[in-house]
């Protein structure tokens, strides 16, 4: 029924929505801010992949952690033919509308179609959020949305590869801290869909590292 579909504004605490008021002299400043305290959820929402595999709770990145940690990757391509900015741009948004949704895996309940609806339902929401206070911005963001998730874009394509390396670089640091207690190994799979050549390498470095360490492990416990 349509009363049970999930909309966007029904995850905005209702302190924020407060703020959006569309009228008085101050609305469009109050819009903003309402921006800004949503995207603060962004910070509070532990990642799902890591929460499902037993990291402890006060272990788990956050949603930001993670675009943090991928628009410094960007920053760092050593490839001239690309547009860094517009990638570190791409690896800011990319996750924004899981302010609202939250990080929605595989294994979650939600299909892909489910949950490709509500991402955009939701960037389209923070878009228009913005919209009275910088219209330019509102129509940036959604684009960088669309750029990443229909990969228009070599930079995407990019910021696509670095999503998959930040996760196995942090499925890398999670077995470092703690050793192999959690079986993360299905992360690593993810180093057969990323295609750039750049990204590529800083996978394979750190999975050959990884197995270093594993082979390590067995040749001590045997001996």
């Known amino acids: 029924t349509t009363e049970n579909i999930w909309k966007p504004d029904t995850a905005v605490p209702e302190h924020i929505r407060k703020l ?6 101050n609305h469009s400043v109050n819009y903003i801010l ?4 949503i995207v603060r959820l962004l910070k509070t929402q ?15 990145e956050s949603i930001s952690d993670h675009m943090y940690r991928m628009s410094i990757i960007s920053m760092f391509i050593p490839n001239e033919n690309i547009d860094i900015s517009k990638c570190v741009k791409i690896a800011l948004v990319h996750d924004i509308a899981e302010s609202l949704v939250g990080d929605i895996t595989p294994f979650g309940g939600v299909t892909k179609a489910e949950k490709h609806r509500r991402e955009l339902e939701s960037i389209q929401y923070l878009s228009e959020i913005i919209k009275p206070y910088n219209e330019r911005f509102s129509k940036e963001i959604l684009e960088l949305w669309l750029d990443y998730e229909e990969i228009r874009t070599i ?8 999503d998959k390396y930040e996760m196995i670089q942090q499925a890398w640091d ?3 801290d703690f050793g ?3 079986d993360l190994s299905e992360f690593y799979d993810s180093r057969t869909a990323i295609v750039s050549k ?5 996978c394979d470095e750190v999975i050959r590292q990884r197995n270093e360490h594993i082979e390590a492990l067995k040749s001590k416990a045997s001996s």
């Open 20 to 25: 959006l008021v569309p009228s008085g002299p």
């Open 34 to 37: 309402a921006f800004v305290q």
């Open 46 to 60: 532990k990642r799902t992949g890591w929460v499902d595999r037993g990291i402890p709770a006060e272990k788990v």
């Open 155 to 162: 930079e995407a394509r990019y910021v696509k590869d670095i």
């Open 174 to 176: 999670y077995e470092q």
């Open 180 to 182: 192999l207690t959690y």
């Open 198 to 202: 750049e990204i590529g390498e800083l």
